[in-house]
């Protein structure tokens, strides 16, 4: 009883910081409301569960992360109910991530005390555009902003790559003017592609400093 209020303590922390709804009772026609049925997940490493997750139930989901030393099988049998019974089954196995929706009812992951700072570097397009996936991905890569992070932070950008990561949900979207967070870029091209899913991880404490952006 006391670890399950300590867990709801530290998730509504995060929903208030970042004003999202914290996981514990949203209610409505809200994203970790919505009912589903058996799912099984088995996969290696919080990231690749939390993918699996946002397919299998159709959820969108961005990831925060600073990697731990070492990641272990998640496998999530469950036996139905709402998304937030979902995510709370997987925090109850990994209790270093916590969990909030948005207000756009985005679900947000994220490890606890290990953020990602890139997420919140501002960028700036100052002309409306249209580009695939895969484009806003790599352009994100040679951005100034994104560039000058991973240079003050003296990390390098990592890609786990294998060429069939664009095959689908790649059709052109268009991008509006104006300022925004990486973040909020991301979860963005996300939401117009349909792809449902980000994530951004640096390498654990302690290692060569390398930053992931995964769009897929």
Not at 23 to 40: I, V
Not at 116 to 131: G, R
């Amino acid at each position: 009883m006391i670890k399950q209020f300590v867990v709801l303590l530290m998730v509504a922390a995060f929903a208030h910081s970042s004003g999202a709804r914290p996981s514990n009772g949203p209610a409505g026609s809200s994203t970790s409301a919505r009912r589903l049925e058996h799912l099984r997940i088995e996969e290696f490493g919080a990231f690749n569960a939390l993918g699996e997750i946002s397919q299998k139930a159709h959820v969108m989901i961005g990831v925060d992360a600073v990697e731990p030393k070492k990641e272990s099988t998640v496998v999530l049998d469950f036996p139905g109910g709402t998304v937030a019974d979902l995510l709370n089954l997987f925090v109850s196995q990994e209790p270093e991530y916590q969990w909030a929706e948005s207000s756009a009812g985005i679900i947000r992951v994220s490890r606890n005390n290990a953020h990602v700072s890139l997420l919140d570097v501002v960028i700036s397009y100052p002309e409306p555009f249209k580009k695939t996936r895969r484009d806003i991905w790599e352009d994100l890569g040679k951005n100034p902003q994104v560039s000058e992070w991973m240079q003050s932070s003296h990390c390098s950008p990592a890609t786990l790559f294998n060429g069939k990561e664009f095959r689908d949900h790649n059709d052109p979207i268009s991008i509006e003017p104006g300022s925004r967070t990486v973040a909020a870029l991301l979860d963005e091209v996300a939401v117009k592609s349909g792809v449902n899913y980000w994530a951004v991880l640096q390498s654990a404490p302690g290692t060569q400093c390398y930053v992931n952006i995964i769009l897929w």
